[in-house]
């Protein structure tokens, strides 16, 4: 398929998988062990029937949402992902000049390949994803950079106390950075424009690790250093202690059950994020739209709720809203634009969410879509009988 004929987030996805060699592609694409749960997080959308109403007067739509203190254009909050810049010369920075330009969210990743500062001077209206590094000195050390370059919102991420073992990358051998040897050097070569802006663009780094004002590390004993970092002691104590040392709102990513949403509201978080880190950890998690109805009603609106995990459809986004949702992070979606044309595959993915977010609105009867509620979904599809 050509770049110019996509209409879809399938369409992108196509076309990534043809211009980036196997053992990327994968990277990007692939889950943890047999990959049912991120495959559930795609079908148990599909799942979902609306309940539309018709004679109402959608001529005037709004999809704008106002989360923790940001106002968006729509509910999408590009989610942080890591080594971005895998896919396209200075990833992050495209998919946070794209998020910008169209008025979405943005949050970058600790293992972002731009650092702090580089995404603030791209995007100053970002969120910061925190990992708790095994060295506490480094977590505070980040907090204050994010603080100091313009973020408000830290996104805990706590689903991550060991990398979950992801069996594509196994199989393909995929290396950080990208290893080329006589098992793929046909793949590899058969992808000439990869190649090429892999070649011809920056240093490839992990932004945020890179110590300034000293040589840069190599890439390799980089890798190594933040894959140490990962602290399978952290606990509760430890969201204590990240709430007493940041200033700004606090969301807590990876919460899959109700008790544990509610102890993170009432340890200072201001919002939790339904996600199974679609589908890389743990296999056999519940999909994070399966989980969300009930962790909804648990919260009984106390703090904000996000999701994300298996949105491929504007129409998606919209579900997960009626199911108590206030945004979405969108993850593989708009990687797949990046890995389609840079920032402007990008902004054809969130391009295509939006429209399809307006389509269904209208189509729905809801005119403004920050007011969507369970009504907007047939009786048979409440959590008490599917999810």
């Known amino acids: 398929m050509q770049y110019r004929q996509a209409v879809t987030i399938s369409d992108l996805r196509e076309i990534a998988r043809k211009k980036l ?21 795609e079908t148990d959308f599909s799942r979902i029937r609306f309940a539309p109403r018709f004679l109402i007067d959608v001529g005037q739509r709004s999809q704008a949402v106002t989360v923790m203190g940001h106002t968006y254009r729509s509910p999408m909050i590009l989610g942080p ?40 001077n791209a995007n100053n209206d970002f969120w910061f994803q925190l990992y708790v590094q095994r060295d506490r000195g480094l977590s505070k050390a980040l907090m204050q950079r994010g603080w100091d370059a313009g973020a408000r919102v830290l996104v805990l991420t706590v689903d991550l106390p060991i990398p979950g073992r992801r069996e594509r990358d196994v199989r393909n051998g995929f290396t950080i950075p990208p290893r080329i040897g006589l098992d793929n050097v046909f793949d590899y070569a058969s992808k000439l424009g990869w190649l090429w802006r892999l070649a011809t663009g920056p240093r490839f780094t992990l932004g945020n690790f890179d110590v300034p004002d000293q040589p840069p590390r190599k890439m390799t004993s980089l890798a190594k250093y933040t894959a140490s970092q990962f602290d399978p002691s952290v606990t509760w104590k430890d969201l204590d ?3 007493s040392e940041w200033r700004g709102y606090l969301a807590i990513k990876g919460i899959l059950r109700a008790d544990d949403a509610l102890r993170a509201q009432q340890q200072g978080a201001d919002a939790v994020i339904v996600s199974n880190h679609g589908g890389r950890q743990l296999d056999g998690s519940p999909s994070a739209v399966a989980a969300l109805p009930g962790i909804k009603d648990a919260l009984d609106g106390k703090i904000i709720v996000l999701m994300d995990g298996g949105i491929r459809r504007g129409s998606d986004i919209v579900k997960a809203l009626a199911l108590g949702a206030n945004a979405c992070l969108i993850g593989r979606a708009g990687l797949y634009g990046l890995a389609s044309g840079g920032r402007h595959g990008v902004e054809r993915a969130i391009n295509m969410l939006q429209q399809e977010i307006d389509i269904t609105q209208a189509l729905l009867g809801v005119p403004e879509l920050s007011k969507i509620d369970r009504s907007a979904l047939l009786t048979s599809y409440e959590p008490s009988s599917v999810f």
């Open 21 to 41: 060699p196997r053992a990327v592609f994968g990277f990007i694409d692939g889950a943890a062990f047999d990959e049912q749960t991120m495959r559930e997080n």
């Open 81 to 120: 992902t890591g080594l971005a810049g895998v896919l396209w010369p200075w990833g992050d920075l495209q998919i946070a000049r794209a998020c910008k330009a169209l008025e979405v969210g943005f949050c970058q990743s600790t293992n972002s390949n731009a650092s702090i500062e580089q995404v603030a």
């Open 241 to 243: 202690w990240i709430r």
